[in-house]
Structures are given as structure tokens and as C-alpha cells.
């Protein structure tokens, strides 16, 4: 697991669905509804990837001639808030609620900057 113990007893579970922006890179399948990778840097620097359809990241249309990369968002759940030593306000996460989306070795559960998130 990716989640940090530099957290404090006064966190607060918020339990919230948004979403997490993620650089969608390029385009995998077209194979319906079509298939994309997409690209997230974690708040701790790791790179993770995500392949599956086009409609679990964003509402465009995407193809192989599309422009990339583009903005794109992973529904998830907010497991709880904080501020790290350095005063970065983070979050984690789970990508498995609501659409089981998973990074390309299987984890769904991610420490983020708080930035990275939106409203969904």
C-alpha cells in the first residue's frame, strides 16, 4: 500500500467521491468503446498507469488521431485528508469505488496532493 504514516489522530474520515486527474498518454485499442493509458505522479513521486476505456477517464472522443496528452479524471473515493510535515495538504484515495479502476499492477489505493483533485 501506497498510504503514509505521517498522519495525525485529528484526520477526519471524509469518505467523498471525486475524481483525480490523470494525464491520459496515448491510446491503446480501438476496441469498443476504446482503450487508453493514462499516467498519474503520486504525492511522493511514483509514477503509476491506467489502461481501460475511453469513458471511464473522460467524456471526449478519443482515437488514435487525437492529441496527446490530454486531461483526464479517475472517479474515486476519499478515504481521508491531511497535512504532511512539509505542509502539503494530502489525500488518500481508492480508485475502486466507484468503477474498480486499477492501476496497471493492481493497486487502487494512492496517497495524492490535494490539488490533484476535483469536484465530481
Known sequence: MVFSHTSTPSQQMNNSMKALTVQIVRFISDSQPGWVECRLRDAWGQE?????????????????????????????????????????????????????VEATNGETCFDVLTEQMIEY
Do not use: N
Not at 79 to 97: F, N, S, V, Y
Open 48 to 100: 503509476w498507469a491506467f489502461v481501460d476505456k475511453v469513458p471511464i477517464f473522460t467524456k471526449a472522443h478519443l482515437d488514435e488521431s487525437s492529441d496527446y496528452p490530454q486531461l483526464g479524471v479517475i472517479a474515486c473515493l476519499v478515504k481521508r485528508e491531511w497535512r504532511d510535515k512539509d505542509g502539503r495538504e494530502l489525500c488518500a484515495i481508492d480508485t475502486k469505488m466507484p468503477w474498480g
